[in-house]
């Protein structure tokens, strides 16, 4: 599969095919909060998707590294039904 590169401002742009965003599960109406690590290897241009981070690795990073509890450190919301905090 072949495409260009375009002048975009001070930088340079290239199209990424819709068939390749599908296969990278990318929405092709929806580009928020993607991003992608580039490298060049050996002369080839390498473009990694980064994962989206799950809530543990966000919590983790929330931390610190410090201990927390989760019973305390965490605001779950209000109770809804006969639950006991």
Not at 1 to 6: A, E, K, P
Not at 18 to 35: C, T
């Amino acid at each position: 599969m072949n495409t260009n590169l375009s002048k975009w401002g001070n930088s340079a742009a290239i199209r990424i095919p819709k068939a390749i965003l599908d296969e990278l599960k990318i929405d092709s109406n929806n580009f928020e909060n993607i991003s992608f690590d580039i490298d060049v290897e050996e002369g080839k241009l390498i473009l990694k998707k980064k994962q989206e981070k799950t809530k543990f690795e966000l919590l983790a990073e929330k931390s610190k590294g410090e201990k927390i509890n989760p019973k305390e450190d965490i605001n779950w919301g209000k109770p809804i039904g006969k639950e006991v905090w």
